[in-house]
């Protein structure tokens, strides 16, 4: 069994900063991709950054110059810190996790979501 457990979401002011981590803990061999989604309401789940197991990052447009994504391979955590933020950054944000379990078994992973409220 794998779970991800966020932290680090809540309310803040236009033009400030958040800090959200996620931790992968359980039955894991390998973790490959992770990244973060979020969804506001009425809209699809979209990805706001990506990290692979290098190190590549990959970033929606709308977030490129405000948001890092970064991860600790030894404890199995990603983080996103986001600055500048904007009330459009207002979403529920979902942590996800390609791990292996197994050499021959791999399985996408979701967090339970931690709400961002930007205030203007």
């Known amino acids: 069994q794998v779970q991800l457990v966020e932290s680090g979401g809540g309310l803040v002011q236009a033009g400030g900063s958040l800090r959200l981590s996620c931790a992968a803990s359980?039955?894991?061999?390998?973790?490959?991709?992770m990244g973060w989604f979020r969804q506001a309401p009425g809209k699809q789940r979209d990805l706001v950054a990506l990290?692979?197991?290098?190190?590549?990052?990959n970033y929606a447009d709308s977030v490129k110059g405000r948001f890092t994504i970064s991860r600790d391979n030894a404890k199995n955590t990603v983080s996103l810190q986001m600055n500048s933020l904007k009330p459009e950054d207002t979403a529920v944000y979902y942590c996800?996790?390609?791990?292996?379990?197994?050499?021959?078994?791999?399985?996408?992973?979701w967090g339970q979501g931690t709400q961002v409220t930007v205030s203007s």
């Open positions: 359980g039955s894991i061999f390998r973790v490959n991709d």
């Open positions: 990290i692979t197991s290098g190190g590549s990052t």
């Open positions: 996800n996790a390609l791990i292996a379990t197994t050499l021959l078994r791999t399985t996408s992973y």
